[in-house]
Nanobody
Framework: QVQLVESGGGLVQPGGSLRLSCAASGSIRGLRAMAWYRQTPGKQRNLVATISSGGSTNYAGSVKGRFTISRDNAKNTVYLQMNSLKPEDTAVYYC?????????WGQGTQVTVSS
């Protein structure tokens, strides 16, 4: 069993910041890349950012320069620092973990950017 528990979502004004966290636990031996995705109602889930076990990162073009993904391997936790938030960043954000054999998903955390 693998559990991914996300936290840190909420309501923020445009231009504000939020930090999401995702802690992995359970049978996570061999944990590789971790990532954040987001999804709005009626749309597909889209990749926001990824980070390898060695710390290499990739970002969607729409968040590059505003969001930063990081991880603490000792805590099996991945973070997403989101700055200069825009209304179009409003979505449910999901954590993803790549463990040999399959992908795992968190339950999602709502981020709402609105004045």
């Amino acid at each position: 069993q693998v559990q991914l528990v996300e936290s840190g979502g909420g309501l923020v004004q445009p231009g504000g910041s939020l930090r999401l966290s995702c802690a992995a636990s359970g049978s996570i031996r061999g944990l590789r890349a971790m990532a954040w995705y987001r999804q709005t109602p009626g749309k597909q889930r889209n990749l926001v950012a990824t980070i390898s076990s060695g710390g290499s990162t990739n970002y969607a073009g729409s968040v590059k320069g505003r969001f930063t993904i990081s991880r603490d391997n000792a805590k099996n936790t991945v973070y997403l620092q989101m700055n200069s938030l825009k209304p179009e960043d409003t979505a449910v954000y999901y954590c993803n973990a790549d463990i040999p054999g399959r992908d795992y998903w968190g339950q999602g955390t709502q981020v709402t950017v609105s004045s």
